[in-house]
T-cell receptor, first 115, second 114 residues
Framework: DAEITQSPRHKITETGRQVTLACHQT?????MFWYRQDLGHGLRLIHY???????NKGEVSDGYSVSRSNTEDLPLTLESAASSQTSVYFC??????????????FGPGTRLTVL | AQSVAQPEDQVNVAEGNPLTVKCTYS??????LFWYVQYPNRGLQFLLK??????LVKGSYGFEAEFNKSQTSFHLKKPSALVSDSALYFC????????????FGKGTRLSVIA
């Protein structure tokens, strides 16, 4: 069955370290998204991609970067981790062209703690 | 800019009673509207969506939502709540023009009491 996976599921790191969170989907979806979930804020969009080599900034993109070299993967990199980036991170993907907001399918999440 | 408001952080309902989780939105043009549910330590799961057509949308697990354009609302409803419906519910909106991604509300925690 097609799915979307995230790794690692849990990560503890130190302030200033570079961290990469992986997201892999086998739906063959064009669109992929990264969100962070924090109490009181709901889900906030970090970065998104509408296809290979396409990336766009979301609402809370500072301190994060993504690259899309193939359809299946959209890794999220924290260039220099900060305590404010302690959060639960969700990856999602959707079908459709030109960013049409079709149903998004979410991964299980990565809980990141920055000490 | 588009936005979503879920005015209640927490909704409590007795098992067997009807439930409503409220959502209002703001968007330029016509909206695409979604409801998602999140169970503990899980990702979000799609419940239902409104794109166009009938204002009453039926979704998974017996949930439905009514699109009200004049009140800019998209409230989630279920005729008879189950304890297993206890979860975090998110409303999301996007404009139906251009490449605008979804904007999510802050979520409403539903607690169904036996």
């Amino acid at each position: 069955d097609a799915e979307i996976t995230q790794s690692p599921r849990h990560k503890i790191t130190e302030t200033g370290r570079q961290v990469t969170l992986a997201c892999h989907q086998t739906w063959n979806h064009n669109n992929m998204f990264w969100y962070r979930q924090d109490l009181g804020h709901g889900l906030r969009l970090i970065h998104y991609s509408y296809g290979v080599h396409d990336t766009n900034k979301g609402e809370v993109s500072d301190g994060y970067s993504v690259s899309r070299s193939n359809t299946e993967d959209l890794p999220l990199t924290l260039e220099s981790a900060a305590s404010s980036q302690t959060s639960v991170y969700f990856c999602a993907s959707s079908t459709g062209t030109s960013g049409f907001p079709d149903t998004q399918y979410f991964g299980p999440g990565t809980r990141l703690t920055v000490l | 800019a588009q936005s979503v408001a879920q005015p209640e952080d927490q909704v409590n309902v007795a098992e067997g009673n009807p439930l409503t989780v409220k959502c209002t939105y703001s968007v330029s043009g016509n909206p695409y509207l979604f409801w998602y549910v999140q169970y503990p330590n899980r990702g979000l799961q799609f419940l239902l969506k409104y794109i166009t057509g009938d204002n009453l949308v039926k979704g998974s697990y017996g949930f439905e939502a009514e699109f009200n354009k004049s009140q800019t609302s998209f409230h989630l409803k279920k005729p008879s709540a189950l304890v297993s419906d206890s979860a975090l519910y998110f409303c999301a909106v996007s404009a139906n023009s251009g490449n605008t991604p979804l904007v999510f509300g802050k979520g409403t925690r539903l607690s169904v009491i036996a």
